[in-house]
Structure formats: C-alpha cells, structure tokens
C-alpha cells in the first residue's frame, strides 16, 4: 500500500476530546453538552418598544438566550454609550416577558452586583478581555461569564483571561470567538473559526461565535453562523433588530426579524446533522402564545 506523504505518523495529532465542562444557566439551558444555544437581541437597548419588538421576534423563532447592551463600550465617546441603569431594567422586562434568560456586558468592576440582578450571565467584552480586576471582580460574583476574545488577543490569551475568573473559584465561563482584526476592510474583523477546534484542544469551556461583529455585515451572518456551527461551536451570538436603518448601534451588522427566523430554521435541519439539539428554555418551549418558529416565519 502506498503510503500518503503527510502520514498519520507526522501529522500532529488532535489529542482527544477532554471532558468537556457543561455550563448550566438556567431552565433547561446548558453550554458546553451536546446542545447548541442561540444569543440574540439588539446590540443595545435603546428603548422599551426597540427592545420588545427584538426580544419577541428573536423568543418566537427559538432563541436561547436574550442579548442587549446596557453599558455599550463604543469607539467614540460621543458616541450612545447605552440607558445604564434603564436599559438592565428593560431587560429584566424583556426577559419576563419572554422568558428567555439575559447576557448583557458589565464594563466596570463597581456595576457587577447591580448587572448581575438583571443578568443570568455577565458579558466580558473584547475590549476588557484583559481587565483583570474586572475579570476577578465577575469570578468572586460566581454568575456564569462570557467572555469574548481581544480582537487582537491570541488563543492562549483567551485561555488565559479565562483563568483569572476560574483562580477566583469560578468555573462557568463561556469563550467567544468574535473575528480579530485584519488588514482587509471588506469586513468589521476577521472572524476565526479555527479558533473553535483550537480552544477544544487547549480547554474544556464551552465556546461560542458571534458571527456579527464577526463581519460587520447582515449578510454575511447567515453563511458564517452555520460554518460556526459546522466547526463545532457550542452555540452562536447574533445580533437582531426590527429596524436596522434606525439602530443606535451597529445597524449594518444586524438581522432583521423575518433573516433571524430563516437563519434559525436553517440552524434546526442543520444542527441535529451535527449531533446537538437545539436548547430554549423549558417554560418557553412550553408556552403557547409564542407559537413556534415556524409558524412565525410562515405568512
Ligand atoms: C457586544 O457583544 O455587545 C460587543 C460590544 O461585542 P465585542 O465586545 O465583541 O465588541
Ligand atoms: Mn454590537
């Protein structure tokens, strides 16, 4: 038999699975097993009716778990910097209303107790990937953390930011690959999916990819939320909102209702091919009045 070139021998090997940790949020959810969990809502709230029509729209067509900025790092300090205080109150609204559980960013070591009565789990953005106070800060708190990648931050940085929540006892911690920066500005950033096998080589967190600020544009989210998937991710976080053109934060990169609920039927043939089953909490996937996905995406 001839042997290929690149044999078994020489090629590194993908050393085994290791355990993987499951991350329990609440009601049914869990990262890190065999389901696969959907992020979504606005980038920011903005407004009661803004954050309501997102949150519906996203609950209906199966989501997971409600994302939405209440303290927004933006580039400008001109620029909306998120309701603070408001905005964690209208979550705690939309996520009543819906019943899907809350992920919203917390940027300052003093906000953390008052983020985590809205929030089921704390959200380190790029930005702060090496805050390390506030990395400890969320570990004492002891609520699930997601924490996203520097956009100039390597994988063993990542890996390593994950650590500074985990030495202070806390072992809930999800990864996210959000794109890093290129020299190309076809896109927002580069959005990595290696990363994905690479961090289930080098940890046992659950890891997740935001395909949004991934690219930067709408349509470009759809193709990079299934090759996410495809490459092994645990679950994705995507921005939607019912009114791009009007958005008061990162519009172009957003779905609009109707693109969040074709993606997410898409996912539902695409993900049980991978092994995994799609998770939405329990009391929604109970509940009559949302319907399901389908029939909210029928005519
Ligand atoms: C966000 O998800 O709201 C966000 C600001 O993303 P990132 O920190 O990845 O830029
Ligand atoms: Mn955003």
Known sequence: MVRPLCSAAIRSRTPKDPVRKVVPITDGIVLGGDGFVVFAGPCAVETRE?????ADAVAAAGAGILRGGAYKPRTSHRSF???GPEGLSLLSEAS?????PVVTEVMDPRDVDRVAESSAI?????RNMQNFALLREVGRRGLPVLLKRGAAATLDELVAAAGYIQAEGNDRVILCERGIRGFDPTTRYVLDLAAVPVLRERTDLP???DPSHGTGRSVLVGPMAKAA???????LMIEVHAN???ALCDGMQALRPQEFAQLMSELRRLV??????????QSVSESKHLGTADEFIAP
């Not at 704390?122 to 790029?126: A, F, N, R, V």
């Not at 998937?229 to 679950?235: L, N, P, S, T, W």
């Open 81 to 83: 910097q998120g309701l």
């Open 272 to 281: 049980p091919l991978l092994g995994r089953r799609m998770l939405r909490p």
């Open 50 to 54: 803004q954050l309501f029509a997102s």
């Open 229 to 235: 998937a495809a490459a092994g991710a645990d679950g």
């Open 96 to 100: 009543a209303r819906t019943g899907l």
């Open 244 to 246: 791009p053109e009007q």
């Open 122 to 126: 704390l959200q380190i953005g790029s």
């Open 207 to 209: 890891i997740i990819v």
